[in-house]
């Protein structure tokens, strides 16, 4: 089993802000949702394109309960690639547009100011 | 040689039926002239009937009742020579017995234009005339004719009066919306009392288009100087117009058990509009906040009728297209029958699939659609 990676510190997160950053190789964007830190893959699976690079927002949606009226919702948790605007929220890494897309995600753990990445098992 | 006045489709009945098919056609035309509607119509528009008695009577062309916009040029025998019209349900029946249709869903004539009429009041009052007119003349026996009520979009809440009150008539099986020239599109909420009472009835909506391209419908195509191309255009057009603005609207979802049926389109533009939506929806999913998923998947619950059926060199490729959006499930014979353009179920019989998605294509589906499963053999 490796050792968890410092990625980042904590003061280069601030709250609603992300980044991407390189793990082991592979290029992750890392997003503190809230104060909680989230990491995904930089890619999107539609057409390979660097989600992590968009921006985070809300989004819309509406059903029954809305009253089919659109609502705001997810506000600070979802990042829309910059390629053709396909959204993920990125604290469960689920595809708004498709509810079979996931992107795994990865809960980082915060270690005297550190962001720490898992290593692997 | 045969007269004008003649169906021409004696001694041709299906070649491939089969022992058990019933066949079901969910688009043939009654000729409601205005002579036929003036006794069913209320006051003051009978008078406009009275009037419209004297008017030259084209190919579903009235001024004043149905307004083609159809210039142009006319040669002799050019839409072949044979009666176009039905005028009773007696003719009906022997028409559709030489065609081997067990099953006709009755649309009209002039009102496929029913839409282009500008004040409302006279347009509601054509259409409640007409559905009392079809009710008594056309649906009054078990002799396998059905009938759609026409939706007047002038007045949604007298429309959904309409189909609320013809809804309990044993011969009534689905709805008709007109569908060329309507402004807004079916998706705007307006209309949302229509569709309320058709998915409380539970009777399927039909969208039936007409050849028909309005100065502004859509954009430029009126500047066509041929029936060739409005033909090509108008139908598939005017069903993918409104089947967008449905879906922009989250009609689908919102009367998740409403039945939606496209008329006179063909199919060939089923698969092709599929996928322009999935991959618009990828970068303006927010534009349709209402939809889990791709949105093909509702598209794929709807129904097309087959007439005009495409007619590639090879056969194949159409049952290679059925493949491409549920077909098999989805697709619903229509002969437009006594229309120019119709298609005789041979046409579709050609088709070389399975005879277990024959007597789908030909009758089955459409069974389940206008919920007559009953009828099945």
Known sequence: MSEDLTIATVNELPQGTHKVVNVGGKEMGIFNVNGKFFAVPNTCFHQNGPLCLGAVSGTLIADESTSWKPEWTQEGEVIVCPWHSLEFNVTSGQCIAYPQRKLPVVHLRVENGNIMFPGKE | ??????????????????????????????????????????????????????????????????????????????????????????????????????IGILFPDFFLFHAALQQADYAVALAKAYNRWLVEQWLHSDNGLKG?????????????????????????????????????????????PVFEAAQET??????????????????????????????????????????????????????????????????????????RIDKEYNERRRDLPF?????????????????????????????????LFNGEDSVIFSSDWPHHDFDHPNKVLQIPVSDEIRRKILGENALRLLNMEGAKR
């Open chain 2, 291 to 323: 939809y889990k998923d791709r949105p093909s998947n509702l598209v794929r619950n709807m129904f097309f009728s087959t007439q005009p059926i495409e007619e590639p060199e090879n056969l194949k490729e159409m049952a290679t297209l059925l493949t």
């Open chain 2, 148 to 192: 759609a009520v026409l939706a007047p979009h002038h007045d949604p809440i007298a429309a959904a009066t309409e189909i609320r009150h013809y809804a309990k008539h044993k011969n009534i099986k689905a709805v008709y919306l007109p569908t060329a020239m309507v402004d807004p599109l079916w998706g705007n909420r307006r209309y949302d």
């Open chain 2, 1 to 102: 040689m045969k007269k004008a006045n003649d169906s021409t489709l004696e001694g041709r009945q299906p070649r491939k039926k089969l022992k058990d098919m019933v066949i079901v056609d969910v688009d043939v035309h009654v000729n409601e002239t205005p002579a036929a509607l003036m006794p069913y119509c209320e006051m003051p528009w009978r008078k406009s009937l009275e009037a419209l008695t004297e008017m030259p009577q084209g190919y579903l062309n009235i001024p004043g009742y149905a307004q083609a916009v159809a210039p142009w040029p006319p040669f002799p025998n050019s839409s072949g020579q044979r009666r176009k019209t039905v005028l009773t349900a007696q003719e009906m029946r022997k028409d559709l017995d030489d065609l081997g249709i067990d």
């Open chain 2, 202 to 275: 539970d009777l399927p909506v039909f969208f039936h288009s007409v050849t028909c391209i309005h100065p502004v419908f859509p954009f430029n195509m009126q500047g066509f100087s041929t029936l060739f191309s409005a033909h090509v255009m108008a139908h598939p057009v005017s069903c993918i117009a409104n089947l967008l603005s449905m879906l922009e609207t989250g009609v689908p979802v919102r009367f998740p058990k409403l039945r939606i049926a496209f008329t006179e389109a063909g199919i060939g533009w089923v698969p092709w509009i599929m996928m």
